[in-house]
């Protein structure tokens, strides 16, 4: 039987149970056994392989089993398949080729079929299903964000170059986004078709935006893909770094669950937060960078502040670091699994 505890959140009807527990990029760089094969593959190698995606995947399953897989692919695999070169490179991360310059670069973007283009992906999906007793997640980067690695041609620290686009040719950018929600839309319907049980939207730099940026840019776009969903009857999980500063808009989208960072305080997120929309994250990557006793702490008071919530799911408020020792993971996993026990045997009596 699938434990299904991380859907029942998602739906808000975990009321008897303490939160299940899954970990952004639960399969990185922070494990031996995936950097040992990177020493073999290169990431492209590991992304285009179903074999190995699903074997990566896996790694964290087998070595901590958390409550949720989430697959192993990149937000990035749709700017690869629009053909403007992906590569990334050691310490400096993903880099775009053939970045977008002008207008004309916008109107060139090929027309592509994500089922053939990124039939990788979900051939992955399909050879997890049956190695799986636990929730698979799906995900893909959000339009702004995508654009925003096409615009700048890989990572920015501020993003100067989108934020320009916006002020001073916002026609432009606005035509890049609505071509981009339709491949994000395409692209999370065929992992859910592939057996995906719930998907998450990474809009990993909406954190450099001003709320009126964010309301022009991202908000209707994050919109179009939620009502696109939603009569698959599939959860959709939003996440955007800088959650603080657009919790009201972040809630009229009303997905499934809002993913939050370690900006904003996770109890007045709750009392802003509507009913029915679950709670997912919060706690500071760096927090596993400390002692047990520090960790463990920190897991106390964010479930302690949830406590009674029916939709809240453990997690961090970002991606897991490469330097985190391997077993604080261990810890931070079982430590939740633990405490989930106690509350759930003083439940009973």
Known sequence: MMNDRILRALRCENYNSPPP???????????????ALRKRHSLLELFHSPELAADVTMLPIDAFAPDAAILFSDILVIVEALGLGLEFKEKQGPVIERPINSEKDIHHLPRIDLEESLAFVYETIKLLKPRLDVPLLGFSGAPFTLASYMIEGGSSRDLAKTRKLAYNSPLVLHQLLDTLTEHV????RLQIKAGVNAVQIFDSWANHLSPSLFKTFIAPYLERIVKALKDSGTPVIIFCRGTSAFVDQLTELKPSAISIDWSCDIADFRAR??????????????????SHECIKKE???????????????FNLGHGITPDIPYENMRYLIN???????????????
């Open 299 to 313: 897991v106390h008071r964010l479930i302690d502040a949830m406590h009674g919530h029916p939709g809240y799911i």
């Open 273 to 290: 937060c509507p009913e029915g929309i679950a709670i997912q994250g919060n706690m500071d990557p760096y927090v596993l960078s400390a």
């Open 335 to 349: 430590t939740v699994k633990e405490l989930r026990e106690e509350l759930a045997a003083e439940t009973v009596n």
């Open 21 to 35: 527990i899954w970990v952004m990029r639960q399969a990185g760089r922070y494990m031996p056994e995936y950097m």
């Open 185 to 188: 839309i395409q692209h999370l």
